[in-house]
């Protein structure tokens, strides 16, 4: 059975901008299909819900036999995933903006200073180039306050933190590579710039083309600068409330075969 086109627009216009006039078809067929009083629907929407099929000219409900209400189902259903999917494509737009707003649009080689972010945020070291640092504890410490006791945010702290914990005392320098739903589903856009933010301060990006051979489309990696001594990761590490944080940390960390350089000055 076809459903009328009202009825997927109306829909779509309620999961993807919330519509109140679109919720009042998708509540009136609710009612319908449970067998309720459905005689209290506002006479502003009887255009629409005569529209969709489920009333009359005359304002009366319309009989759907089983098959009509799996297709308006099926209906409502794939309006549903598609205003999911537009929200998503949405989410890593702003993701991509937010990345190459805040220097962290790494695409191609690192080995070429042309393609290394921020440039101005890099300083030589002969042949090689090292991220200037600019989170301070305290930083974090602020995103924990403002974005803490929200538990989406958890399996990003939690990442964090691991890279942290795993890098203090290692010689090699570890990669943090997590899904890009990290920090596009994890919350707001309040969350996702902040989370951003404290990337781009504290972590060096792995180029997108790496990452794409590794791990596969739809994933980050960063790592901890190679300077950034021991003590300044404990300084970081105790900023992080590991015990509050629950459930499972986001992402896969890996050693790599990349020796640290460690600042002593930081000690």
């Known amino acids: 059975a076809e459903v009328p086109a009202a009825w997927s627009e109306a829909c779509l216009r309620w999961f993807r901008d919330t519509d109140s006039s679109a919720h009042a078809a998708l509540s009136y067929f609710d009612l319908c299909v449970s067998g309720s009083d459905t005689s209290l629907h506002e006479e502003s929407s009887r255009n629409l819900l005569v529209a969709c099929g489920l009333v009359d000219d005359a304002g009366r409900p319309c009989q759907l036999n089983p098959e009509q209400v799996a297709a308006y189902v099926e209906a409502r259903n794939s309006a549903r995933a598609e205003a999911h999917r537009e929200l998503l494509a949405r989410r890593k737009l702003r993701l991509t903006e937010m990345m190459e707003l805040h220097g962290l649009a790494v695409t191609g080689n690192v080995d070429s200073i042309s393609n290394l972010p ?73 969350f996702q710039e902040d989370a951003i933010k404290l990337l781009a301060g504290l972590l060096q990006r792995v180029p997108e083309t790496e990452v794409l051979a590794s791990t596969g489309p739809g994933h980050l990696s960063f790592e901890l600068p190679n300077h950034i001594s021991d003590t300044r990761v404990g300084r970081l590490l105790a900023c992080l409330p590991d015990s509050k944080l629950e459930g499972r940390a986001s992402g896969e960390l890996m050693r790599t075969e990349v020796v640290r350089n460690v600042d002593r000055s930081e000690e």
Not at 139 to 161: E, Q
């Open 118 to 190: 921020n440039g101005g945020r890099f300083v030589a070291e002969g042949a090689k180039r090292r991220l200037l640092s600019k989170i301070q504890p305290q930083d974090i410490s602020i995103f924990v306050n403002r974005h803490g006791k929200m538990l989406g945010s958890h399996p990003f702290l939690k990442g964090l933190y691991r890279l942290l914990q795993q890098q203090k005392g290692d010689e090699a320098i570890w990669r943090w590579t997590f899904p890009e739903e990290t920090l596009t589903e994890a919350g707001g856009e309040d």
